[in-house]
């Protein structure tokens, strides 16, 4: 127990917080982010092809709508912005709400919510959900072990 009126450290509250990687993913946040969306939208686009619907943009949007909105709210709740390229528990929660969350909206605004749409759903999104963060780990862990030696001019 420190009884002297000492401070422990002369860095300001939070100047030391995590990893070099740690601090590259929280300011790396909002590449993190688009790319969820724009996962979200190839989903929607790739169902919209595979079933002959059209490529429209408005079309895409509108199927892609509940899914993004859920994944928005999920990265809300979970403050996904401190640690966005966490898989767990911040990319798992992320997945699973934006699946149940949009397939709950999608079948309230009457849309198709077939069983077999409900799998795909899940097996896709959890792919490119989890999947550009597993990569995204790797990739900023891999950088703070080799980080690029200074040049001398």
């Known amino acids: 127990m420190n009884m ?3 401070p422990r450290s002369a860095e300001p509250a939070g100047a030391s917080r995590g990893t070099a990687a740690s601090r590259a993913q929280r300011r790396s946040w909002p590449v993190l982010l688009g790319a969820d969306l724009v ?7 790739l169902g919209r092809q595979s079933h002959e619907h059209g490529l429209a943009v408005t079309g895409i949007l509108l199927t892609a709508l509940p899914f993004i909105l859920t994944c928005l709210a999920a990265w809300a ?7 966005p390229g966490q898989l767990w528990p911040a990319g798992v929660v ?5 699946v ?15 069983p077999s749409f409900q799998l795909v759903t899940l097996l896709v999104l959890g792919a490119f959900l989890l999947g550009h963060r597993l990569v995204w780990h790797v990739v900023s862990r891999r950088g703070a072990q ?8």
């Open 39 to 45: 996962l979200i939208t190839i989903f929607a686009a």
């Open 94 to 98: 992320i997945w699973l709400s934006t």
């Open 77 to 83: 709740v979970m403050r996904a912005w401190r640690r």
């Open 100 to 114: 149940a969350a949009g397939l709950g909206i999608r079948a309230l605004a009457g849309g198709g919510t077939a």
């Open 4 to 6: 002297t009126n000492t």
């Open 146 to 153: 080799n980080p690029r030696p200074e040049r001398i001019n």
